[in-house]
Every structure is written in structure tokens, then in C-alpha cells.
Nanobody, 126 residues
Framework: QVHLVESGGGSVQPGGSLRLSCAAS????????LGWFRQAPGKEREYVGS??????????YVAEAVKDRFTISRDNAKNTVDLHLNKLKPEDTAVYYC?????????????????WGQGTQVSVSS
């Protein structure tokens, strides 16, 4: 069983930045994917980005719609995967979730992820 905990959410003004972190504990393979998804009020959950972890190496992917503002990084010291949110807009307001899949493909499809965190709220408003 893999346990995921997101942190770093909060309220910011448009143009601001946040760093979300996802900490995974429990059974983790040396190869897996960690994805970030978000769900805005009244909307379906959508893919934000992911990282394919293969041992010490990794490949990151970010959704086209946010790739000029969001990045994903891996913090080996803290054993977290971070989602960096920059130039935030009101439409970025959502609950952000991280999820883990045993498939190290960096998939953008929710169905391929087996373990999910509880989510962290990001609110962007002036």
C-alpha cells in the first residue's frame, strides 16, 4: 500500500506562485509514475503533469495548457515530487491531487493510477 500526502496549497493572488509537494510512503517500486491532477469546482478532474521515475533517473511531463507556467521536480533529499505553480491565474483554482502508478510511463490517464492523495486546495483570487 502506498500512502500519499500533498502539501503546499493555499491562497494566492493572480501572478503568484506556489510549490506543492507530494510525499509517498509505503511500498514503492524503484520504477513508477507520479502524476499531478486537479479538479476545479463543477469540473472533471484533469491531468496537470507527471514524472516517470526509473531508479535514479526521471522524465517529467507537463500538460500543454500549463507547460509555460508549471514545472515538476523531484527532491531526493526530501523524497518528494514537487509541482511548481507559477504565474497563477484564477482558473488554476482547484484541488490538486498526486497519484502513483506502478507503470513508469508518466501516463496522463487517471485510470492508470492506483494510489491517490487527499488533495490540497489552491485558490487564486485578487
Amino acid at each position: 500500500q502506498v500512502h500519499l500526502v500533498e502539501s503546499g496549497g493555499g491562497s494566492v493572488q493572480p501572478g503568484g506562485s506556489l510549490r506543492l509537494s507530494c510525499a509517498a510512503s509505503g511500498r514503492t517500486s524503484p520504477t513508477y509514475s507520479l502524476g499531478w491532477f486537479r479538479q476545479a469546482p463543477g469540473k472533471e478532474r484533469e491531468y496537470v503533469g507527471s514524472i516517470a521515475i526509473i531508479g535514479d533517473g526521471s522524465i517529467t511531463y507537463v500538460a500543454e495548457a500549463v507547460k509555460d507556467r508549471f514545472t515538476i521536480s523531484r527532491d531526493n533529499a526530501k523524497n518528494t515530487v514537487d509541482l511548481h505553480l507559477n504565474k497563477l491565474k484564477p482558473e488554476d483554482t482547484a484541488v490538486y491531487y498526486c497519484a502513483v502508478s506502478d507503470n513508469p510511463s508518466g501516463s496522463k490517464f487517471e485510470a492508470e493510477y492506483d494510489y491517490w492523495g487527499q488533495g490540497t486546495q489552491v485558490s487564486v483570487s485578487s
